[in-house]
């Protein structure tokens, strides 16, 4: 099968993260397909040894995370842009296989047909790596943490699902879904677990807010789940305030907030492959434009 793959998949790049932590915590917004900002930045990231001991993500987050764990530099992209067009991954071969129209599955199972992640590396106990869910029973924020809960991909694939076209995850006894459907930026967790140094990465300009009208599609769709639908119906809302104080928090200097420098016009389920591999590489010159603040920031 011939895949229309982004035409610089060669410019990305390659090769291993140290191993050397720096005490402090990423934490990484969603967005589905806007989520290649975040890859191009994490990659610069690793390429200049800036690997943060604590990583918490949303959604397409949770999967830039993951890869970001694993120290595997480029991965995530090369595995996107070159993917997206396929029917296995996004299509109706998705649908079939997970009766949703986006597979998280593709991205996070071993099928043999993807580069592999560096499981040896992912799970070692001196990173922490924790994906946000959203509990459908009761619409609370699940934060599961690897080598802490009993299935650490199965938690990254909740918190990957997009409400309305995906399945919920069972984990256990209960149905989760995308974690944004509850918090989208978790900056609060990292603050709570008492981190003196919180990166931000967002995946929308930084005065991008939500229209905030309650969500009666919401209400009516998760009728089943009431706590659920009432908290999805009110998260645009929730989702500004959490911009509105993560500015704030910038700065005051409790946290280094970064978004992209531009405005995004790629969708959430974007197809067009060379607006993808822009927004990759927005990330990464974003990255490399402050990379000199950061790691001061860092007290590298």
Same mark, same amino acid.
């Given at each position: 099968m011939q895949l229309r793959v982004y035409s610089g998949l060669g410019r990305i790049p390659e090769g291993q993260a140290s191993e050397n932590l720096l005490q402090g915590c990423l934490v990484l917004e969603g967005g589905a397909f806007r989520g290649l900002y975040t890859q191009g930045f994490l990659d610069a990231m690793m390429q200049n040894g800036?690997?943060?001991?604590?990583?918490?993500? $949303?959604? %397409?987050?949770?999967?830039?995370?993951?890869n970001y764990v694993s120290g595997q530099i480029g991965r995530s992209a090369r595995i996107n842009l070159t993917f997206r067009r396929d029917p296995r991954y996004v299509g109706r071969k998705a649908f079939v296989h997970s009766h949703s129209l986006l597979d998280v599955g593709f991205l996070t199972d071993d099928r043999g047909i993807l580069e592999p992640l560096? #499981?040896?590396?992912? &799970?070692?106990?001196?990173?922490?790596?924790i994906a946000v869910a959203t509990n459908c029973l009761t619409g609370e924020t699940s934060y599961f943490e690897k080598g802490k809960c009993t299935n650490i991909m199965e938690a990254v694939k909740a918190s990957a699902t997009m409400p309305y076209i995906s399945p919920m995850v069972m984990i256990? +006894? $209960?149905?989760?879904? +995308?974690?944004?459907c509850s918090c989208k930026i978790p900056y609060q967790w990292a603050i +709570?677990?008492?981190?003196? #140094?919180? $990166?931000?990465?967002?995946t929308r300009e930084a005065d991008f807010r939500k229209?905030?009208?309650?969500?009666?599609? %919401?209400? #009516?769709? &998760?009728? #089943? &789940?009431p706590e659920f639908a009432k908290k999805l119906a009110v998260s645009n809302a929730d989702?500004? %305030?959490q911009c509105d104080e993560t500015e704030k928090l910038h700065s005051e200097g409790r946290l280094f907030r970064f978004a992209p420098s531009q405005p995004v016009t790629v969708g959430r389920v974007e197809k067009d492959m060379?607006?993808?591999?822009?927004? &990759?590489?927005?990330g990464y010159n974003d990255c490399m434009k402050q990379i000199e603040d950061l790691k001061t920031y860092l007290g590298e």
């Open positions: 800036l690997n943060l001991s604590c990583v918490i993500g $949303v959604s %397409a987050g949770a999967l830039g995370g993951m560096d #499981k040896k590396r992912f &799970y070692r106990p001196e990173q922490r790596f256990g +006894d $209960v149905p989760y879904l +995308d974690g944004g +709570d677990q008492g981190f003196e #140094k919180i $990166v931000v990465i967002r229209t905030e009208k309650e969500s009666g599609i %919401a209400l #009516k769709h &998760y009728r #089943k &789940y989702y500004n %305030a060379e607006k993808l591999g822009e927004l &990759y590489f927005l």
